[in-house]
């Protein structure tokens, strides 16, 4: 401390005791560290009912004696129930988007590297922060609880649970799909089994999440607007912090939108209100106007469908976008050359967060709306290709002619443009609605949202956390077993969901928990094998990762501050950064984020931080865009 | 610390990407950095709880935004829509938060004065109107329970408790900050960081409560007058 040359003022000491350092803490690090960890819980959690749900495919009416003794509800006698695969299909999908694809992405990372690439000691509110990560925990402690409160056989439910299941099945968890649609979900129990309290705690859960959310939603947008550092300009932020700022703001647009109707949903529900009730309905045996019905009638299930779908669409940009940035960020580090077209990359990450408001119908098309609407839809839809294409380009021409070094972050990045376009490009074929028709709600479908927001955006988060790693654990992660990790994923996770497209396009369709009656889908089997044998061995490495992950956070090579020779300022203070992440002092920014190779400059890389000097030789013209911006202090 | 725009600082605000001695300005006017945002990223400056309020109402704005949607597309997709009488309580309610505003922007100007007593007096008054006006709101259900209508009466009183009790909860957390504000920052603070903390809680309280006058005035518009 004998270097500070700034008056510095803490705004919370380094806490004491072991509860305010890592439990309620309140420092963005240990916050980011938390919801990274909440995130690897529920991806567990998630991937187990997928190959559970594997299983129940591939090997339909197989006895598995533990899942007989581990569900006696949802698996009676270990064969598992047709509800019992609806539940997994629920819970699997509001995990994986929710606790996993929300959190850890911005949750996560965002929280932890925002403050420290700005320059800053902390998030602007560190209180709002911890409430944001406990207030999520909670929320997945309900949805857990979601799973257990159902056992029971519902209402009016006996004859459809004996005639799917074979008599006395019972659902573990809401059926209701992650997208929970209405007038089913609004019902309550009279609508079948799995759509009783479960469905309360699963509503009460999400509109939790979100507030989780908007909390830490408001943290970052106002953190990156008020407290940068000196020098550090807008436009000489890395992309990551763009990514988490568009991020930022389209959970507070759209977060909101869902908690409205997830309130709605439970009033209808609990409340006898009809906000999504239609009249005239006739329900697993049961005709409106008889006294289990609700009271009312006349709402608009497709209300539900706006409402949620207002926040779905942002929703799958909202888990990739953070995604893009950390890729953008590692293919310039590891390729040693600027960004190619920086500022087209900011545009393009705010023309694709903004135009992902305008599309929520291209998941309604089949609802009966007018096709003029739908034209409208279709067209918005697919100029999201637009921007999706710079960026993919400008991906392409980072690394054109780069010196490129592949470790292992650098290639979940360059598996990150890979899935994002292919599973892009089905998002071309799905956004027309003369396409989308006969697609719809078959495997096609599951297979495009799963290549691009989902597996897509967890590469993305494997490369951030190959690359950061360091930084905050002070130590590498072992690079032979993440080469390991990344190739039998990576050829896992296009075995898995290639062969899906074609199920789609034979028309298989999706949450339907076994195929077996259906004779033109007979031949498909093979395929559904393959996927099946694919998922388990995809699941099976991921314990290499994870026992990468914490052999190395003790065991790991030690790092030093700046392993990978990069130049934003996470890499100027020690790895793991002290409790103010700077020591003290205040830095300043001279340079772009991305000034690697520089022509003329002394040396390969030069940090942020690094004062540009008298001989330096002005950049030759058009260099500037592509490395950056913020060239404008060599003229001077 | 100058309040007033020099020509100096306009030119400099305008370069973006410029080194430090330029301190870049970002087009956010006085939020996103600029000379003071840049200046020291470590101090505290009561910019930071404006902003954040601000970006706290947008969210609010959106929630409202989704149930008003719900409450056009509910009000059209039926022939069960009965509009239930507007109890009279809520012009009541109406006016009371009305004045509460008024009250709350003389405390933020005696702040501003630094009189502080005539702050703490103008901050207690909002408070009880705050309370006053919750407590009107509550009336206001009592007298449509007494009449028998509840919140499954029909989808216009769903949506008159629904959205009620919504601005409600949002008021009740305006009244906490209130008293918060009264509580703990009715002296003036110790040095300057806690002073600029003390005016930026008070301007963010403000800025919420006016937001949530504004709001009641557009509810009790929607769900009675708009057809």
Known sequence: MAEVTHEVVHRHEPPKSFIRKYIFSLDHKVIGIQYIMLALTAVVVGMAMSILMRLNLSWPGTNWPILGTLFPTGAPGGVISPEFYLSLVTMHGTIMVFFVLTTAPQGGFGNYFLPIQIGTDDMAFPFLNMMSFWVTFVGFIILLAAIFVEGSVAVGGGALGTALGGGGSGTVGPIGGWTGYAPLSALGKIAGPGQGAGVNLWIVSIAIFCIGSLLGALNFITTLLNMRTRGMSLMRMPLTCWAWFTTAVLALLSFPVLLGGGILLLLDRVGGTSFFIPAGEYVNGVLSGDPRFPLHAGGSPLLWQHLFWFFGHPEVYIAILPGMGATSHILSTFARKPVFGYRAMVFAIFAIGGLGFFVWGHHMFISGMSPYSAIAFSILTLSIGVPSAIKTFNWIGTLWGGRIRFTTAMLFAIGFVSLFVAGGITGLVLGQTSLDLPMHDTYFVTAHFHLVMGVASIFGMFAAMYFWFPKMFGRLMNESLGKFHFWITFIGVYTIFVPMHIMGIVGMPRRYAQFTEYAFLGRLHPLVLLVSIAAIVTVSVQLVFFFNLFWSMFKGKVAGPNPWEATTLEWTTPSPPPHDNFAGIVPTVYRGPYEFAVPGAPKDFMMQTEPVTADEPALAPGLGDTSGNGHDGHKR | ?227
């Open chain 2, 1 to 227: 610390m100058a309040t007033t725009v020099t020509s100096a600082e306009r030119v400099i605000e305008k370069g973006i990407g410029t080194g430090p001695p330029s301190r870049p300005g970002n087009g956010f006017h006085r939020n996103g950095g600029g000379s003071k945002g840049d200046a020291d990223p470590l101090r505290f400056y009561p910019d930071r709880y404006r902003l954040g309020m601000w970006v706290a109402l947008t969210s609010v704005v959106m929630l409202f935004t989704a149930l008003t949607s719900a409450y056009i597309v509910r009000a059209a997709s039926s022939n069960d829509w009965r509009p239930i009488a507007m109890p009279r309580l809520l012009w009541l309610s109406t006016a009371v938060i009305i004045i509460s505003s008024v009250t709350f922007e003389g405390a933020r100007r005696s702040l501003k004065r630094q009189h502080d007593a005539m702050y703490g007096h103008w901050l207690l008054i909002t408070t009880i109107l705050g309370v006053v006006f919750l407590g009107s709101q509550l009336l206001a259900w009592r007298q449509l329970v007494r009449q028998g209508i509840y919140l499954a009466t029909n989808p216009h009183s769903s949506f008159f408790y629904l959205m009620t009790a919504a601005h409600g909860v949002h008021l009740l957390g305006g009244i906490l900050a209130l008293s918060y504000l009264l509580v703990r920052t009715r002296r003036r603070g110790a040095d300057v960081t806690a002073e600029s903390r003390r005016i930026g809680a008070a301007d963010a309280v403000s800025i919420y409560w006016h937001f949530m006058d504004g709001l009641w005035v557009y509810l009790f518009l929607l769900l009675f007058f708009w057809k």
